[in-house]
């Protein structure tokens, strides 16, 4: 049995990955393959999962619907022309017998179905939350995505109902639930990105507060956002000066933490402790730890300034506040953290500007009635862990050993 998976960004490989993982435990024999049609692939070559095709790292990191420069810069590295490749590598798939699971959104789903192969499709990108909860429609939702009647466009669904389309996997209960209104598989089984995540079950120390900082997991978006995440460090200091804070920056495996630790230097950071994952950096008896052991921050951290993607919806999932605001992109634009406060609910804090940040987390840490509601926001809209074990499971039934 064989099978290619497809992904389109770093976060889809990820969740692609454990996925992968599940399916070997209990599958040792299958025969599988990766096509990442964003970026280099790392995580599957870690895994030593062969990829089926060229892959190339473009300028825009994925984002090249907004258009404009990013865009044109893929297009002259060429863009249309590993497209071409990729789309022809898929339907040489399909026609070796050779199943497809698709992870990420549009672009994916529709290179599965081009293939003529049987395909299951993992949606990471799209959630019903951002355009209604459980009480209805949100309030800046426009009549056209109400006529829509799904955060799902049309063309998405009439892929996801075809008869070769075993399975869908939504990322929450929500959306699983308005795509079952159609012909389409959806199976709410859970949100892969949350396995392997636990949080700290002790009291919060109400002197002390452990303070997560994210800025994401692009280069050199992450560098520019860390600026701005270090002026809203001191905004924090300045509001809490009563709290013990303790300051923890989630750096991506992949990224260089010298770059990191460089940028915190030159706004005045003292480096007092420097090992090969972790740098301690020092300015007026303050502390912020720079470190790439993720889980660890995640379990220990009360908060999170946030300008990142996944890494944000992760935390939110194990029920915690996080505040954000908007950089200058590709990714961390002001269009993505307002759909990222959609997405997430009254677990997103969204200002203006790092100089705010002090005052947001000020009024969160005191609102026990909120930071309740937080919880129970997180494993509604994020999920409880195991969905990869559970889609992988069900991708053995209703996929790879279907009639």
């Known amino acids: 049995m064989?099978?290619?998976?497809?992904?389109n960004g770093h976060g889809e490989d990820l969740i692609?990955?454990?996925?992968i993982k599940r399916l070997l435990q209990d599958l040792p024999e299958l025969e599988i393959s990766a096509l990442p049609i964003v970026g280099q692939g790392y995580a599957y070559q870690d895994?030593?999962?062969s990829l089926a095709g060229r892959v190339q790292q473009m300028p825009s990191g994925g984002f090249i619907y907004k258009g404009g420069n990013p865009l044109w810069q893929d297009l002259r590295r060429g863009l249309i022309q590993l497209t071409l490749e990729q789309i022809n590598v898929v339907r040489q798939w399909g026609k070796t017998g050779g199943k497809i699971l698709a992870v990420g959104d549009l672009v994916p789903l529709l290179y599965a179905w081009w293939s003529k192969a049987d395909y299951a499709f993992v949606g990471t990108a799209k959630s019903e939350y951002y355009v209604r909860d459980e009480f209805g429609w949100l309030p800046q939702t426009s009549w056209l995505e109400r006529k829509l009647d799904s955060i799902y466009l049309p063309w998405e669904r009439w892929l996801m109902s075809r008869d070769r389309c075993r399975g869908v996997f939504p990322r929450d209960s929500l959306t699983s639930e308005i795509l079952q209104q159609w012909a389409i598989p959806a199976y709410d089984l859970g949100n892969p990105m949350m396995d392997?995540?636990?949080t700290k079950s002790m009291p919060r120390e109400v002197d002390k507060l452990d303070i997560l900082l994210l800025p994401g997991s692009r280069m050199?978006?992450?560098i520019r956002n860390w600026q701005q995440i270090l002026t809203a460090v001191w905004s924090v200091i300045k509001t809490l000066p009563q709290k013990q804070l303790n300051f923890q920056a989630e750096i991506a495996a992949a990224l260089d933490l010298k770059s990191f630790m460089i940028s915190a230097v030159t706004q005045g950071w003292q480096v007092t402790s420097k090992q090969e994952q972790t740098v301690i950096l020092t300015q007026n008896k303050h502390t912020v730890t720079l470190t790439q052991h993720n889980q660890e921050c995640f379990k220990q951290a009360d908060i999170a300034i946030a300008m990142a993607g996944t890494a944000t919806e992760q935390f939110v999932g194990l029920g915690k506040p996080a505040v954000i605001f908007p950089g200058e992109g590709p990714q961390f634009t002001y269009a993505f953290a307002e759909a990222q406060a959609r997405l997430?609910?009254?677990?997103?804090?969204m200002v203006e500007n790092p100089g705010q940040v002090g005052k947001a987390i000020a009024k969160v840490i005191d609102d026990e009635q909120l930071l309740n509601k937080i919880v129970i926001n997180g494993k509604r809209r994020m999920g409880e862990a195991g969905a990869a074990k559970r889609i992988a499971e069900c991708l053995q039934k209703t996929?790879?050993?279907?009639a």
């Open 47 to 49: 895994l030593h999962i």
């Open 2 to 7: 064989k099978l290619l998976v497809l992904s």
């Open 196 to 198: 392997g995540l636990t």
């Open 344 to 349: 997430l609910g009254c677990a997103i804090l």
């Open 16 to 19: 692609a990955i454990r996925i």
């Open 220 to 222: 050199p978006e992450a």
């Open 399 to 402: 996929l790879l050993f279907s």
